[in-house]
């Protein structure tokens, strides 16, 4: 914001799990500080955001100690549905709405707003993006999220795809902004004793059970053959646990079967926290391993299990980073390709502390106008009416973005016994999603 801004933003901020809110509220705070609040700008610090945390209700609505360690505060925070959350956007009036959703949830928001501002001459500015490497689905998860304000590219080559995607089917790319990885920072690597290994679990990365127990075994094998170094392995939840993806088969589960080596350690925790005291960062294809590279921390994505589009460590090829155990077992440290490194945002250079000056000036100088556009995504009923319904179905919206008869809170505020009937309700979904429905597709395998 410019230096005479004296009075704080309001911002909301939508997620659907523990690392989207991470990247929203982290977005949030970035974007809405000026320039002298970054580190070593020198300047007097701005106004803090005044920060509204909405939590939207799923199978992956973080757990208080997922909001914990990921260690981003607001000043209120609570859970909703779809519709109760563009209710609230009728009442409160923000300055800029974050949407840190799936595709589908930005795109049914998106068209709810819509419909929620119809005949308002202010409005919220939105703001909406990626939680990190953006491997898959470029152009699905592209389009869903087309219409919002500002679509935020979390690197120079995400921004150069996401305006091709858009102008190759006609649409404006004029709210695709270059920025970067909210979270990047922390101290510069400096080498520790004990030298220190940490293996970046993912939830998803690799799917299947004989994957994942090879990956443990070769970690268990490395602590093994180098008893001086500290092994660890970095868990993203505790079982029973929901992130942005599903884990079926949790790798402390598969851990409970071996005889660990006392070098050996499970470990949760902020990532950050753990990258302090790390001298060689492992992964499959983990967002961990941009923090890490930010860090200048020699960082492996693994190679043993193939270079393949299904992992996501496709992403990394040119990085210079791909290796695999065998070559780590005998002392391999990777040296990153620097002008890959540029291309990502990692910004290893030290211009981190301005990747977010274009952002800032974009909603400086758009808060600044007297009326904002209607929002208008690329997909409508005219462009999508086979998909789009579906789309906002899932989320009680009718394919105008008004509330479908019978939407969970669409009239009136929930009551006290509405309330303990919806979360023992949610309490039992979870307990399927979490538990029972792994099992059965496990023994849809045999």
Known sequence: MPASTTKPL??????????????????????????SMEAGSGGD????????????????????????????????LREVTAVEFLREMTKETYDVLVLALVGGGVQAMLHGLAHAWQGRTRRPLVVTGYVGVVYEKLADGLLLRHGADLVL??????????????????????????????????????????????????????????????????????????????????????PGEHTTHIEELPYQKLAQKHDLPANFRLVYGNMGEVLDRTDLLVTVSSTAALESLH??????????????????????????????????????????????VARQGVAADGSYATAFDEARRRISELLATDELPPLKPYYTPVTAPGYLPGVLARHHLAPDGSPLPGAPA????PGPVRQIVRRAARGAYRHGVQRVAPVIRRMGEL
């Open 153 to 238: 590219a979390n690197s120079r080559q995400d921004a150069e795809r996401f305006r091709a995607v858009y102008e190759g089917v006609g649409a404006d790319a004029s709210s695709v902004t270059e920025v970067a990885l909210p979270f990047l920072g922390g101290a510069p690597y400096e080498k520790r004793d004990p030298y220190t290994v940490v293996f970046a679990a993912q939830p998803s990365v690799p799917e299947n059970r004989k994957d994942r127990t090879y990956l443990l075994d070769r970690l268990i094998q490395h602590a093994r053959r180098h008893p001086e170094r500290e092994v660890l392995l970095k868990l993203r939840s505790r």
């Open 410 to 413: 669409a009239d009136k505020a």
């Open 45 to 76: 610090a701005q106004a803090a955001p005044l920060m509204a945390g909405f939590l939207l209700r799923g199978r992956a609505t973080p757990t208080v100690r997922q909001l914990e360690e990921v260690g981003v505060r607001a000043d209120s």
């Open 10 to 35: 309001r911002i909301a901020v939508l997620a659907d799990s523990d690392t989207r809110w991470k990247w929203g509220a982290l977005t949030a705070s970035r974007i809405a500080a000026g320039p």
């Open 295 to 340: 860090r200048r921390i020699p960082t492996v994505v693994l190679t043993d299990l193939g270079v393949r589009e299904g992992l996501g460590n496709h992403h990394f090829v040119g990085s210079g980073c791909l290796a695999s155990w065998d070559q780590l077992d005998a002392g391999y440290e990777p040296a990153p390709d620097p002008g890959w």
